[in-house]
């Protein structure tokens, strides 16, 4: 598919072809993986990308998902009969 050159900060161009080929643009993520002497870059898709840069407020960090849901629906009934 085509041969690149890393630059001195450790940068690589991938190929027009391969970036077309997987529809790769300036904002993308790509996941890298060393096998061997192989390196492997897989596109990540938007959602994967966004992966740790979430902040889970505290309150709900030791919290399971059943807990949050019954939190969310107190909340919310609260709310109802207040109105």
Known sequence: MGKTKITRKGQVTIPKE?????????????DVKVIGTTIIM??????ESLE???KIPSKYRKKTLEEI???A???RAKEVIDE
């Open 18 to 30: 391969a970036r077309e080929r997987l529809s790769l643009s300036e904002s993308d993520y790509l």
């Open 42 to 47: 897989e596109k990540l898709e938007s959602f």
């Open 52 to 54: 740790g840069s979430l």
């Open 69 to 71: 849901e019954d939190m």
């Open 73 to 75: 629906r107190t909340k």
